[in-house]
């Protein structure tokens, strides 16, 4: 693609649009935080299933906090400022967006994926809490460094416009924001340790069983249940939604716990720490019991089971990745309270 | 309709983590076969709604603004909002009798958001969904 002048912004594909965001945004202030480290110190790892809430009619199952989390998280650091912005009106978002990058300040925007042209056809439901970083204009066409995507894109301003004022759920509204370094001796690895006693918590401590650990119970009885309760084809649908939140583009694989142990892997080396190290490589085995997990909700999916393959296997399965996450996040949290 | 293709991102390469020589290390690739079929069956779904929706249109059950509603993956109330109009009002629409005393302001509403003309909503003209019109680079 011609003119999208790619050394404006340091674009660096990432798995998920947050992480990626954040990551991008503070390399162009100078500030090297990878992608996974974002993720982690940004407490980006979670588990919840909330039937109540519905997605298309399918229940809601979530692999990571909710959206903006990251963001937030990462503006409660001293040495980063977050400047953030939502609008009633609309030309005004597009005026300050257009004066932001007048004034050479790339910003990232909360948007729908829905509106966005240049999103392949297969992805674009109405999803609204997708993040981009909108770096240059040429002529009517915005310059996008979009995390998600191999290289820089252009997208149209009417087309931008209304992605970023999409409606329904996690409506947008427009919001922009950017990261100010007011201390150049933020690190990252001064933030491990609490941000990992934030995910340990929500993972074990909840008083709600439906999230973390126990979450990933329930669903797994929950799981055992659906063949009788809402027949063969709505099961499949369930299953295969389940697997679409775990793997779908974003996640980096395996639910988000594959970059979770990359995140671990590197505050290891940053902490010079043994059981960080070895935490890292048991994140990687639940994330591998979770793509095997995925990989046989999948085969029911399409109706080629291998022997073994039942809804009692991926309940079975799923309890596994429930005990081994349990085991981790008990031996992390043992960690932080040690450091203390 | 390309259902049938292993990989429904038209050829977008996109990352994902994966775990080569025992740690995890972001990989670029076209996406994991489980996921493209779980992926086709969730569009699967969305272009049932759409062919069950035409039919309607077709018998005079439904207006075609249900076609164009569906299509686009929306819900009544999703609609209402996108449109600014009240979700009543819009329920009304989905029925032929009322979409045929729509006001002006409301149909050039509704062809705003679809990208369609008036004339093709007044006309009843089935045109494909927003996503499916030309990509931009």
Redesign the interface.
Known sequence: ?ANLCPEAFPHR???HCESGVVSNLLRREGVEVS??MAFGIGRGLFFGYLPFIRL?GLPLVTYRSVAGRIIRHFSKFPGISLQQKTFRDRRRAMVELDEALAAGRPVGLQTGV??L??????????FNAHNLVVYGKAGEDYLISDP???AP????AP?LERARFA??ALAPRGKMYWFQITDELFSPRLHIRAALDGVCRAMLGSPFPLIGVRGMRFLAGRLVRWPERLGHQRT??HL??I??MQ???G????GFR??F??FL?ESAELLADRQLRAG??RM?QA??EWRGF??M???I??ERTRPGDSCLALAASLRSCAAQEEAIFWELSRWCREGR | MATEEPDINDGLTLVSYVAEDGVCQPHQGYGWQPVNVVNRQAWQEVENAIARSREMVDAGIVSCLHYYMTANQMTPSLLARYANRPGWLVRLHLRPFFFRRTSRASLARYAELFGISVEDLTAGRLRSPVYQRERHG
């Open positions: 693609m594909q990432s798995a992608e996974a298309n829905f509106w042209p240049y999103f392949p056809r297969a992805l674009r439901f109405h998600v995507f191999p894109v252009r997208c149209p087309d409606a329904g499949i649908l295969g939604h697997v679409r793997e779908e583009i996640t980096g694989g395996g594959f970059m142990s990359s892997r890292a490589e990687m994330g591998d995925a990989a909700a999948a085969r999916c399409k």
